[in-house]
């Protein structure tokens, strides 16, 4: 049984391939990367594989796919996205599983649109798939701490919303489990973390971790936003991430789902050991 991962020298992608290569043989897994050059040395056999360019996408005699989402505008992702299905499906990939977000079908955020359309076309296809839900990582905010210090304080337009974050590595784990093991064909898994936090709560956790208060301070979408220009952020990027602030704010990030628990066979890490970890 052949494994492929792409992405894998990205955040997740790195995670999932370590997790992995804990429970199967390095014989019987395969990485496609952007330029295996710049790859070092990953323990397992590297493919070129170039979303841009989808003749490099290479996916013979691979049976599970670990198709990781990419980036960029939404158009070009589902391109690239699509590019990638349709390479499985010539290939004959036998599963496909796929790092989609919480409540992809029916989610309002904007961030859905293309895990919508990219979780469709896996369905046409007829190919057995996975869909891993994540929920957005808890490095996504535990990484902006430092700076919220740098500016006196921890800036969102969240106001009292909640979201039930997950730690990467724990979403990671999850793919390598569905990778190494069967009964998954066909399941949509909601990976959230165990609770959902404020950001006011998250601000706290860092005072105490750092023994400095932090404040947080929530504002207008439109404050937020030109803030986020102002960094040099691309436009759609910044509105990308005002957009999941508003829905935050709206309570459609603050379920807490078991899936991801019991995928990995233990609690899933809070957000509070992320603070820690990102300290020091």
Avoid: C
């Avoid at 955040?11 to 019987?28: D, I, K, M, N």
């Avoid at 013979?60 to 939404?74: N, Y």
């Amino acid at each position: 049984m052949t494994t492929l991962i792409t992405g894998a020298t990205g955040h997740l992608g790195s995670l999932t391939l370590h997790h992995l290569l804990r429970r199967v043989p390095a014989s019987e897994v395969v990485v496609s990367v952007r330029d295996p050059a710049k790859a070092g040395d990953l323990g397992v056999e590297v493919r070129r594989g170039d979303f841009d360019r989808p003749g490099t996408l290479d996916f013979a005699g691979v049976d599970r796919l670990m198709l990781i989402s990419t980036d960029g505008p939404d158009e070009a992702r589902i391109a690239k996205q699509s590019a990638a299905v349709r390479a499985a499906q010539d290939a004959g990939v036998r599963h496909i599983v796929y790092s989609s977000v919480t409540d992809a079908p029916t989610s309002p955020l904007s961030l859905a649109v293309v895990h919508r359309a990219t979780e469709e076309l896996i369905r046409s296809t007829g190919i057995p798939f996975t869909f891993l839900r994540n929920a957005l990582y808890h490095e996504n905010y535990t990484g902006r701490l430092a700076g919220a210090y740098e500016r006196g304080a921890l800036v969102t337009a969240t106001g009292d919303g909640r979201i039930a974050s997950a730690s990467r590595d724990d979403l990671a784990l999850a793919a390598a489990v569905v990778l190494s093991s069967g009964g998954h064909e066909f399941a949509a898994y909601e990976l959230t973390g165990p609770r959902a936090w404020s950001f006011a709560e998250l601000a706290e956790a860092a005072g105490k971790v750092t023994g400095k208060p932090l404040e947080h301070k929530s504002v207008p979408d439109a404050e937020l936003l030109t803030g986020l220009k102002a960094t040099g952020l691309p436009d759609f990027v910044a509105e990308l991430l005002v957009d999941i602030q508003a829905n935050i704010r709206a309570g459609a990030l603050a379920e807490v789902r078991p899936d991801l628990e019991e995928l990995i066979g233990r609690p899933a890490t809070p957000v509070e050991e992320a603070v820690r970890v990102s300290a020091g």
